[in-house]
């Protein structure tokens, strides 16, 4: 039998894999890339992107799942959407008050809550641009026991192995940076907040956290954790020579598969993507077949009608030929056909026959 790579045990011994997690830290100035970088080590390394933005829109859309998903008649849910109502509320004020950001507090009790969850801790993560400073790092990677006992939203006392061990430090010149921003459309740079105003500003805050007496990368430093510092200086928007340096420093992947959680959890995404699926094809079924039945309608509406009008010109039709055909000459011929001969015996004209003609002709169409 082939050998197990290291740090796995065999599926035929019947034990879950044992998993050794990639955990990564990508920082930078903003329009360096950073995003971009990310999304690909983590397709490389099978592992999670740690956006703080979308990790906080995941932890209120859950509250809110919990809080309006709530059974009036379970009392055991009581306590667990009690909590959830208290967080949500706390969230919701903190935002109010901080022109719809969160305090800091909250953002590192919600990313110690995701980089602790069984994803993470299993699998690892790329951390994308977040903390910014010293006292963030230092707050979020602590492993002492928190100072603030009010907080609601609890991360675990003892913060352990959420750190990254690989710190990637992306850097480039303002002016490439500003350059490669006006590159971008416009609705593009509006939405990532790259047009030149908003990245010159944020450009300069940049630099002067990095100027700061005490930096982020310093706090790696302290951990032993050495950031590698990796210069950007071509618009290659694939970053193939960034990510290449960053997988041979970090190595080959070693995750094997997910853990039984993440495949339940992926099961349960199956089986509502599903659901939604069949619900969705089930409407536009129901859709189609009201619309099919609503053009039906018309043509029948209109088949009708053009029935009706038909049916009232063969009548006149079937009318005019019950006539008897002296009746018929008297009643639509004679007429016509008097006045056209008394016009004639008036005039005399040298071709009477073509006279006659003419004259019922132009009688006919003057009617």
């Not at 009708?304 to 005019?320: F, M």
């Not at 005399?348 to 003057?366: G, S, Y």
Request: net charge negative.
């Amino acid at each position: 039998m082939d050998a197990v790579p290291q740090g796995v045990v065999s599926r035929e011994q019947g034990k879950e894999e044992a998993l050794t997690p990639i955990r990564i830290g990508v920082v930078g100035p903003p329009a360096v890339g950073k995003t971009t970088v990310s999304e690909k080590l983590c397709n490389h390394y099978k592992i999670h992107h740690i956006r703080i933005r979308e990790v906080i829109e995941e932890k209120i859309k859950q509250l809110k799942e919990i809080v309006d998903g709530a059974d009036p008649e379970s009392a055991s849910e009581d306590l667990a959407v009690d909590a959830a109502q208290t967080q949500l509320e706390i969230c919701n004020k903190s935002m109010e008050m901080n022109a719809g950001r969160l305090a800091d507090y909250l953002v590192f009790d919600i990313l110690q809550e995701k980089l602790n969850s069984p994803p993470c801790r299993n699998q690892g993560f790329v951390l994308d641009g977040f903390p910014k400073t010293y006292e963030q790092g230092k707050l979020i990677f602590s492993e002492e026991d928190p100072e603030n006992q009010d907080v609601m939203i609890k991360a675990p006392l003892y913060i352990k192995k959420i750190t990254p061990e690989h710190v990637f430090a992306l850097n480039a010149t303002d002016g490439f940076l500003t350059q490669r921003a006006r590159g971008l459309p416009q609705s593009v740079a509006e939405e990532m907040r790259y047009t030149e105003e908003e990245l010159s500003s944020r450009l300069t805050r940049y630099r002067e956290l990095s100027a700061a007496e005490e930096t982020l990368l310093d706090y790696f430093d302290e951990l032993e954790i050495h950031p590698e510092h990796i210069e950007v200086t071509t618009d290659d928007p694939e970053y193939a020579d960034v990510v290449k340096k960053i997988t041979e420093l970090v190595g080959v992947p070693k995750n094997y598969g997910l853990s039984r959680e993440e495949k339940k959890e992926e099961e349960r995404n199956k089986e509502e993507e599903r659901k939604q699926k069949v619900a969705a094809e089930a409407a536009e079924r129901k859709r189609r077949n009201e619309a099919a039945l609503a053009e039906m309608a018309a043509q029948y509406d209109e088949w009708q009608e053009n029935l009706s009008e038909v049916q009232r010109q063969e009548k006149e039709l079937h009318d005019a030929h019950s006539l008897p055909l002296r009746n018929y000459l008297m009643k639509y011929v004679m007429p016509s056909l008097t006045a056209a001969m008394t016009e004639c015996t008036r005039i005399k004209p040298e071709d009477p026959v073509d006279f006659l003609a003419e004259h019922l002709l132009r009688k006919n169409q003057q009617e």
